[in-house]
C-alpha cells in the first residue's frame, strides 16, 4: 500500500534561518506531488506541484521554493524565513491518472519566531 | 478569486442530527468533487466524492448530493456523533489541480 512521510512534525525556527521541509511517498512511482500551507483555523493554500522529477510548478509568489530531486521525494525550502512564513505545511500525492483522489501527509507545523 | 466556495464556516449540531455543507463553483471544467476530513494536528483525509454525473453518491453516514446546472454539491452527515466534530473541505479537481473550499469546522454535541 502507498504511504506518503513528511517531517518533522513540528519546528521552531527563527526568523531569517532556512527551511527545508522534506516528503517522501512508498509504494507508488510517479506520483504527482503538492506543497500546501494551511493557516491557523483556514483553508489550504496550494503552493507547489510537481508531475515529475524535476518539473516544479509554483502557485504563489513568496520566499519558498520547491525541488524534486528524486521521483518520490518533494522538499520545501527558505533561504531566510518570515513570520509569515508560519503555518502547518502539508505535503500531498496522487497517483498520475484522471481525477484521482489526493492524500496527504500529517504535516508540519513550522512556527517562526 | 476562490474558486470554491464552502458554507457555513463553522457548525454546531446535536448528537443525532443531520449535518449539512454547502459548496458552490463557477468553473464547469471541473470533473471531480471530494471531500476531505481533517482533525485536529493531521492531514486532511479523503472522505467522499462524486463525479459530475452522477447526482448523488451515499457512503454509509455520509452522501453527497450535487446539482449540475446550480453548479452546487453538499455534505449531508446523517445521526452526527461526537466522533464527526472535525473540518471538512470540499474541493473541485480540473487538470489534477485540486482547488479546496475554506472549511467548515463542524462541533457534534454530546
Known amino acids: 500500500s502507498q504511504t506518503i512521510h513528511q517531517w518533522p512534525a513540528t519546528l521552531v525556527q527563527p526568523v531569517g534561518s532556512p527551511l527545508s521541509l522534506e516528503c517522501t511517498v512508498e509504494?507508488?512511482?510517479?506520483?504527482?506531488l503538492y506543497w500546501y500551507r494551511q493557516a491557523a483555523g483556514r483553508g489550504l493554500q496550494l503552493l507547489f506541484y510537481?508531475?515529475?522529477?524535476?518539473?516544479i510548478s509554483s502557485e504563489v509568489p513568496q520566499n519558498l521554493s520547491a525541488s524534486r530531486p528524486q521521483d518520490r521525494q518533494f522538499i520545501l525550502s527558505s533561504k531566510k524565513l518570515l513570520l509569515s512564513d508560519s503555518g502547518f505545511y502539508l505535503c500531498a500525492w496522487m497517483a498520475n491518472s484522471y481525477n484521482s483522489p489526493l492524500h496527504f501527509g500529517n504535516g508540519t507545523r513550522l512556527t517562526v519566531t | 478569486q476562490q474558486q470554491v466556495k464552502q458554507s457555513p464556516q463553522s457548525l454546531i449540531v446535536q448528537k443525532g442530527g443531520i449535518s449539512i455543507i454547502n459548496c458552490a463553483y463557477e468553473n464547469t471544467a471541473f470533473d471531480y468533487f471530494p471531500w476531505y476530513q481533517q482533525f485536529p494536528g493531521k492531514g486532511p483525509a479523503l472522505l467522499i466524492a462524486?463525479?459530475?454525473?452522477?447526482s448523488e453518491k451515499k457512503e454509509g453516514r455520509f452522501t453527497i448530493s450535487f446539482n449540475k446546472s446550480a453548479k452546487q454539491f453538499s455534505l449531508h452527515i446523517m445521526d452526527s456523533q461526537p466522533g464527526d466534530s472535525a473540518t471538512y473541505f470540499c474541493a473541485a479537481i480540473n487538470f489534477n489541480k485540486f482547488y479546496f473550499g475554506s472549511g467548515t469546522k463542524l462541533n457534534v454535541k454530546p
Open positions: 510537481s508531475v515529475g522529477i524535476g518539473q
Open positions: 509504494g507508488t512511482s510517479n506520483p504527482n
Open positions: 462524486i463525479r459530475p454525473d452522477v
